[in-house]
């Protein structure tokens, strides 16, 4: 296993980030209720809707 270690590009970059809110469920639910807010709901459950008709009015069989 160390042997491929040698082998990796030179440009290879280690990412590293500082988290700063470590609440993720918080992150969460904080996106999913502006999603909902915003109206981005709404807009996926139409667009299957009519994604799902027209896959039917399309369909061979």
């Known amino acids: 296993m160390s042997h491929l270690i040698w082998h990796?590009?030179?440009n290879l970059t280690i990412l590293a980030q500082n988290v700063?809110?470590?609440?993720l469920t918080g992150q969460m639910q904080k996106a999913f209720t502006h999603f909902v807010q915003s109206?981005?709901?709404w807009a996926l459950l139409i667009?299957?809707?009519i994604g799902y008709m027209i896959r039917n009015?399309?369909?061979?069989?």
Do not use: Y
Request: avoid cysteine.
């Open 39 to 41: 109206g981005q709901a």
């Open 47 to 49: 667009g299957l809707a």
């Open 57 to 61: 009015l399309t369909s061979f069989g």
């Open 20 to 23: 700063t809110d470590p609440n």
């Open 8 to 10: 990796l590009p030179e």
